[in-house]
Structures are given as C-alpha cells and as structure tokens.
C-alpha cells in the first residue's frame, strides 16, 4: 500500500487556515494522514484545528515559536510515509491534487520532488507557467527559484536517505537552497496542471522579506559559482541577481551581455548544464529585462533590442504610454 502525508505548517494564520484545511480534507484521494503543526500561535489558529474531528489529522504543537524552517524539518523528521505533500495555511489545493501527484510519482519513479503550476490571487491574479522537465529546472535553479514550494510532493524516502532538510542559514528562500541541492543527487519536475491556488497578499513573507532573500540568493550563488568556476565577488552577484530579474535596477546592456557570455563560456568548460537549454533559459531571463532597461533610457532601449534581436508589439506600447503619460504631466 502506498502511504501519503500531507504537511501543513501554522503560524498566527487563523484567517485562511479553515479553507486549506477544508481543502485537503475534501481531496479526492482519501487515505492519508494530515499532519499540522501550529508553531506556536498566539491567536485562534489552535482552536481552529482542533474544531476538527477527522481522524487522519495529526496535529503537533510547538509550545513556542520557532520558526518555519523548524517546524518544517521537525515535520520531515516525524513523518513516515511514501510521499509528502507540503502545504500552506493560506493556500487552497485543488480536489485532484493528491490524485494527480501521487499518480505522477507513481508513474516517474526517478523524481524526488514534484511541483506544480499556480493560480495566484488576492493582491495578484496571474498563473504560472514554471518548467516541467529536470534540465530546465535544474538550469533555472541557476538564477531563480522554479518550484512553488506549498505545491510539492516529496518522495520521502530519498529525502530521508539522503538526509536532506531545510537549512536555517536561508531563511525565506530555505526551498530554494534544498532544490539546488537536491537537483544534484535525483530528478525533479513540474507538472502542467494548477492544482493550488496560491495567495498574495500584502503580509505575504516573500514580499516582506525581500532584503533578507537577497542575502540568501548570495549564498546560493556563491555555492553556484563555485562550481561554475565563477569568480565570487560582489559585482558578480549583482549582475546575476539582475539578469534574474530579482533587482530593481539593470546595469548597462553592455555589460550584462557580457556576463550572460561568461556564463555560457563557463559552462562550456565546466560542463554542469546542458548548453543548448543554459542558452535557451538566458534568453527567456532578457525578455522581462526590457522594463528595467527602459528606465536607462532610449539609448540602452535600442541596445536591449540591438542585443535581442527582437522588438515586440507590447514593449512598444510600453514605450508609447510610458513617454505619453511623461509628456502629459
């Protein structure tokens, strides 16, 4: 028999939690156990979980707060089963998405973690479009992070055998740093489907904290860098930060044209990624660079799309409002 858990972290998150609960105790797929672990929360959260009577739930209590990063590896280390299914307490899972990923994990026994696409919204209503096979998201591992975390299922087994959890030295991009390091040991992947709906909103943690993310992107990058045989210094890291989209200002076209080679040149010798998808995913990484590179001007407009090689019909309307909306003022 194949045994499912699902893991649901809960933290002061008394406004949504009922939904994601509901959520998953309504999935199609209806043997497992629900493990939720309140870290400690001040407000209703705690009289909220135990309103329910469903015996799959399994619910833990930090007698303080601890943290994320904690409470996740606290529930890593608890729960034995197949697969694990992680979840937030804002969130709300499709009914299939238990069937769906178990089903898919069934079917590609070399994955360790599998994600999934997103339908967010509350402040942001958009959906995403993450990749789904290992090299692409490997190679995008490289800039940025390319799984939703509240959407993966874990085999857990390899987790736990190769001793892998979250490490607190990456507060707030702690999923990211374990992708990059299970990307090196097994296989990963995305499947095409929405099967969460993942809410923004303002007290959302990735938008508070972005400061404190940068400073883990560096780490990363570093780890990164090191294997690419890419000198670690500073304006190195600034570079790959924009080129990741993760800044709010662009150097020079000029300049990042010339570090999106060496990227590739590195690579060439250190062979890590494939080159023909290192190429494709730096290429995606310039298209929404053109908004950042408008703000230097017409001149680096002009480079950008000399550089690119393509101009698009919504970078001009871009143009066009941006400059009519100056002159009306």
């Known amino acids: 028999m194949i045994t499912v858990a699902v893991l649901l972290p809960a933290y002061n998150c008394e406004k949504y939690l009922r939904e994601a609960i509901d959520s998953i105790l309504s999935q199609s797929f209806k043997d497992f156990h629900f493990y939720i672990l309140n870290d400690g929360s001040t407000d209703t959260t705690e009289e909220i979980i135990l309103s329910y009577s469903d ?3 399994n619910y833990i209590k930090n007698e303080s707060n601890k943290g994320l990063i904690y409470t ?10 197949d697969y694990l299914l992680r979840m937030d307490a804002d969130d709300i899972a499709m009914p299939e ?3 769906k990923q178990v089903a898919f994990m069934e079917q590609y026994k070399d994955i360790i973690v599998c994600g999934t696409q997103t339908r967010c919204f509350g402040d942001v209503n958009a959906e995403t479009s993450l990749p789904l096979c290992h090299d692409e998201i490997k190679t995008g591992l490289l800039f940025t992070n390319c799984i939703a975390h ?5 085999r857990l087994n390899r987790i736990k055998q190769y001793q892998l959890k979250y490490d607190s030295d990456f507060i707030h991009i702690e999923d990211y740093e374990l992708w990059v390091r299970v990307a090196k040991l097994g296989k990963l992947a995305n499947m095409n489907e929405q099967l969460l709906n993942y809410r923004m909103e303002g007290q959302n943690i990735t ?3 972005w400061s404190t993310r940068e400073l883990g992107w560096k780490k990363v990058y570093q780890k990164l860098f090191t294997e690419l045989a890419i000198s670690v210094n500073e304006e190195n890291l600034k570079l790959h930060i924009q080129l990741s989209g993760n800044s709010q200002s662009i150097s020079k076209v000029a300049v990042l044209k010339s570090y999106s080679k ?6 060439r010798i250190t062979n890590i990624y494939k080159t023909e998808q290192l190429n ?5 990484l310039w298209k929404p660079l053109f908004f950042k590179v408008v703000e230097n001007g017409i001149i680096e407009t002009i480079n950008y799309w000399m550089y690119t090689k393509s101009i698009s019909a919504s970078q001009l309307r871009y143009i066009v409002g941006r400059y009519k909306s100056k002159f009306v003022k």
Do not use: F
């Not at 996740?72 to 089963?81: P, R, S, V």
């Not at 494709?280 to 995606?284: D, E, G, N, P, V």
């Open 72 to 81: 996740l590896n606290k529930g890593l280390e608890l729960i034995q089963a």
């Open 150 to 154: 509240p959407t993966v299922i874990l």
């Open 207 to 209: 938008i508070n904290n």
């Open 262 to 267: 060496m990227l590739i040149d590195k690579n």
């Open 55 to 57: 015996k799959r739930i």
């Open 97 to 99: 998405r238990i069937t």
């Open 280 to 284: 494709k995913t730096i290429r995606q």
